[in-house]
């Protein structure tokens, strides 16, 4: 995590998508470098690469911002959305995308 250019040497021909969490929530609070999220966006661009963003536990405003995404400007092609989209009171997830993507 954090290492977009050892992400850069996985991407290969038969990767599909990049699956990750904004900012990592177990074991402590793991914020990544500030270049990092760019450049995982750019990468998966170059490749055709969809790239995911976990936000279960870090989307709907829990850092201050709507998407952990948007502290760095960075749209990723899928959303996963749960915990706090359920207000705590139902459990509910979510998968947001563009129409082009699902």
């Not at 990723?76 to 959305?81: A, F, V």
Request: glycine share 10%; with cysteine.
């Amino acid at each position: 995590f954090g290492d977009a250019d050892a992400l850069a040497q996985a991407i290969d021909a038969n990767t599909v998508a990049v699956l990750l969490e904004p900012i990592q929530g177990e074991a402590g609070i793991i914020v990544p470098p500030d270049d990092y999220l760019p450049r995982v966006r750019a990468l998966c661009t170059e490749h055709n690469v969809l790239m995911i963003a976990d936000e279960i536990q870090s989307g709907l405003a829990r850092t201050g911002r709507t998407f952990a995404c948007d502290h760095w400007g960075v749209v990723p092609d899928i959303y996963l959305l749960g915990k706090a989209l359920g207000g705590g009171v139902v459990p509910l997830s979510a998968v947001v995308a563009d129409r082009d993507v699902l």
